[in-house]
Structure formats: C-alpha cells, structure tokens
C-alpha cells in the first residue's frame, strides 16, 4: 500500500514538473518575465517573473501551437509535440534601439507637479469586468509646451462588498482579492497605441486595501511626454499568491452547450471604473491573445458589447501625476 502511494505520487510530481516551461533570454540567458503565451484560438496565458509558465496536454488538449512574445524580443512560434522546458526568445535590437532619451533631467532642475485626478466610481455596474485577453489603454495628449515627465500613475479601482445590502457603504467589509497587472506606456501613432516609451517591465500587485486606486510611481524611468501625447494601459495578469507570485490557474471557463465547448475568459477583480467625465473616445482596447489584433477605440458600433456604451460610459479614469519643467 505505502508502495503503491509513493509510486502514485511520484507519478503526479513528475507530470507536474514537465508541465513547466521557462522562457529564457538568447544572449543573457535571464528570464523572460511575463512573456504573452498565446494558444492561437483567442485564448492564452502569461508566464511568471522567473518566466515560466504550466502547459501539457491534459490541461489544453486542444492547442497544438504556441505563439510566445515579449516586449523587446523577436516573435517565437512552436508546435507543441515533443515541446521543451525552456524555451529561447532572441532580443530585437533594432526595437530596442528606437527608444531614445532625448532629454537629460538633472536633478536639481526645478519643476511644478500637476495632478490629473483619476475618476473613481463605486458602481459595480458602471465597470469594466477585467479579462486577461484585453489590454486598456487611455490617451492623454500634451497640454504644454514645457518638458513633462510622467512621475505617477493612479489606475482607479471599485472595491465589492462581501455583503450585497452594504455595497453602499464605504466602511463595509470588502471581499479580498491579489491580482497582477502590468503595464505598458506608448506613443501615440495618428490617434492609436504605437511604439512603448520604456521596455521596463512595469507590474504592480493590487489587493482590497489599496482602497480607490492603486499609484504606480515611474518618476525614475524619466518618461518623457511626446509633444503628441501618450497612451498608459493596462493589462490583469492574473491572481496570485500572498506573496505576489502570479498563480498558474487557467484563465478562461469551458462551458459545454449543444453546438459544442465554448470558452468564456475569467473575470478577474479588481473592477475597473469607466466615466463619462472625459472628454471623447480615449479609451482603446486590444485582444491581446487574437494575433494580430489591432487597437479599436471603445465606443458605439466598433464591435464592443458592453452596457457601459449604452451608459455613454467610454474611458477608463487613469489619473497623473506630472513634472512640468521650466525652461533652462
């Protein structure tokens, strides 16, 4: 019996451990910290910050191809028989050689803070029900001529009750949650999400007691502000442990009907608030996991099905914190 249960469980750790796969640098053989793992029906995963993720058969069996990405680094597709445990990704130089600094910020150069406040919102139903297979982003244009650095970012969140009946009142209890997002910064390419201002990989763990909204200082990256205005978005990773590991639990719902198994992606919290107090269409969402998906604004008859249009509700509130600098 004591045989049989060691050889069981030796059985099930050997599954286990061959189901991890790393994704490593070329050149400096690091790990890829959460690389986009796209299965190439609309679905997909990320890996971790030690860049491995969990895929074998028996959890997908119907994906037979990986499409694996990462900001900086060159597209890698693979078939998934006979599928390594680490997978390389090769850097893309030339990407990597666009984003310049073209402005030197000393540090005893004088500037004023200005503040553009996020928009909070505790209506449940005035949210975005966040899904790993769709990135936000929101555009702000440069209202200044003066050298502006990004110093912070405040992603507005809507906490949920644990109790229905008090969802109404700011000291009820809330239902816990710890979930990853990663940020992206872009320029801004004729009206849509273009090149990103920084390849720092940029996450932030957000929980029940961030209150309103979670504020991402980048005042070190020295961000500066194109002249055209910039995109900041935003992306859920997924849930993770208490220490902020991200956990390897699928990320989608398989739902059998009669015309066969559809699968519906998993509704992540925190909330996401949208407003109508901003001005125009500035909100764009990509489906991150449909490759080749391009940007589409998020309004009326763009291909969105979401009540929040009918609401006139369309952009997310991310607020700022900037640094204007007087001229030298």
Excluded at 7 to 31: E, H, M, R, W
Excluded at 113 to 140: G, H, M, Q, R
Excluded at 304 to 319: A, H, P, Q, T, V
Aim: aromatic share 12%; glycine share 6%.
């Amino acid at each position: 019996m004591r045989y049989s249960l060691f050889f069981i469980l030796l059985v099930l750790c050997g599954a286990f451990c061959n189901s991890q796969i790393k994704i490593t640098d070329s050149t400096t053989k690091y790990p890829v910290s959460y690389a986009t793992v796209s299965f190439g029906n609309g679905q997909g995963i990320f890996a971790d910050d030690e860049g491995v993720f969990v895929f074998n058969k028996k959890l997908y069996p119907d994906v037979d191809s990986l499409f694996i990405s990462a900001l900086g680094y060159k597209n890698l597709n693979l078939s998934t028989e006979n599928l390594k445990t680490e997978l390389i990704l090769k850097p893309q130089i030339d990407k990597l050689d666009e984003v310049v600094i073209t402005t030197v910020i000393t540090k005893d150069r004088k500037f004023k803070t200005e503040e553009l406040k996020p928009y909070l919102d505790d209506d449940y139903y005035n949210c975005w029900l966040p899904t790993i297979e769709s990135e936000i982003a929101v555009f702000f244009p440069n209202e200044s001529d003066q050298t502006t650095r990004l110093e912070a970012i405040k992603f507005p969140i809507a906490l949920e009750s644990k109790d229905w009946n008090n969802r109404k009142k700011s000291n009820s209890d809330k239902k816990k949650f710890s979930t990853l997002f990663k940020v992206n910064i872009y320029a801004n390419a004729d009206g849509i999400p273009g090149d990103v201002l920084t390849y720092e990989t940029l996450v932030f763990r957000s929980t029940e007691t961030d209150g309103d909204y979670h504020e991402l200082n980048v005042q070190d990256l020295d961000i500066i502000m194109p002249d055209n205005g910039m995109f900041v978005s935003l992306q859920v990773l997924g849930y993770t442990d208490k220490t902020g590991k991200l956990l390897p639990n699928k990320k989608y719902k398989e739902i059998k009907g009669r015309e066969g198994t559809v699968k519906i992606p998993t509704n992540f919290r925190p909330l996401l608030p949208f407003t109508d107090e901003m001005d125009g269409h500035r909100t764009f969402v990509k489906r991150v996991f449909i490759n080749g998906n391009a940007w589409l604004a998020f309004k009326p008859n763009n291909g969105f099905n979401s009540s929040l249009l009918k609401k006139e509700l369309f952009n997310y509130g991310i607020g700022l914190t900037l640094n204007r600098f007087k001229d030298e």
